[in-house]
């Protein structure tokens, strides 16, 4: 399916657009229903993780929109090894609002905090991190129907990766990193066109850290 590139567009997320939040929050779920993130819910993700984290200036997410409807989602993140600790400093009211409606309105997701409160990054991102030339790229995702989409010769995932890339190598960084599960074979494949390297992680099971030189996306 190749489209002209007159319907197509990538923008930066604006928190304070309700169609822009109810997009993010409805691609991240769909895509990846076993992140952290979307365990947490709705509440979590549009209170505390895509508002307050955007405001920070932790994240910076971009949105990938076809024939005006938001159809590809990609966030970007400056702390690669601390960015839920960095911000509780900031906004540990507002993380603990978002948490406590969370689990009240499904008690189940206790055990998503808990599961997530134990678990340590790895420390390859703590050096990422701590030599300030990398961010990572925490969900990238392009909702099922409009996955084959051709603009420009190039998928919509593409797009948004060259857009983020585009921006940040303006901004001096040199690496782009992640982390993602071995099972995601459409992940890894989608980033090795890139000839990424991947890591083992050393303390997530089955998952692999990316190292991705900035200058290996063309742009
Ligand atoms: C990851 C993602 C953004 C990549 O975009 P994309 O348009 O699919 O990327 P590409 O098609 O260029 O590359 C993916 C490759 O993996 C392949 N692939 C897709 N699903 C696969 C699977 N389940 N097993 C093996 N290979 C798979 C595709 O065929 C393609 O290979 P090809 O180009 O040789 O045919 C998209 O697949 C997606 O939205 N996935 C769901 C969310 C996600 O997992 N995000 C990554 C973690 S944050």
Redesign the pocket.
């Known amino acids: 399916m190749a489209e002209s590139a007159e319907d197509f567009n990538i923008v930066v997320f604006d928190p304070s657009d309700k169609e822009h939040m109810k997009r993010i929050i409805e691609i991240h779920t769909a ?2 229903p076993e992140s952290f993130v979307v365990g947490m819910g709705p509440i979590f993700m549009r209170r505390f993780y895509y508002s307050a984290l955007t405001r920070i200036g932790f994240l910076k997410s971009y949105l990938a929109i076809y024939k005006g409807e938001i159809v590809g989602m990609l966030v970007t993140n400056r702390m690669p090894f601390s960015l839920i600790r960095s911000s509780l400093k900031k906004y540990f009211f507002t993380f603990s609002w978002a948490v406590f409606l969370s689990i009240l309105t499904k008690p189940t997701r206790l055990s998503t905090l808990i599961e997530t409160a134990r678990y340590k990054p790895d420390p390859l991102l703590k050096q990422y991190e701590d030599e300030g030339k990398s961010f990572e ?6 909702v099922a129907e409009h ?1 084959k989409l051709v603009v420009n010769d190039m ?4 797009h948004m990766l060259k857009r983020v890339v585009e921006e940040h190598k303006a901004a001096g960084f040199e690496r782009v990193t ?1 982390q ?1 599960v071995e099972s ?4 890894l ?2 980033y090795g ?1 890139y000839n990424a390297t991947y890591h083992p992680s050393t303390v997530r099971v089955a998952a692999v850290i990316m190292d991705l030189p900035i200058e290996n996306v063309k742009v």
């Not at 790229?137 to 392009?142: A, F």
């Not at 998928?155 to 593409?158: L, N, P, T």
């Open positions: 895509v990846l790229i925490l969900t990238i995702g392009v996955r998928k919509v995932a593409h992640g993602i995601n074979q459409a992940a494949k989608f066109k």
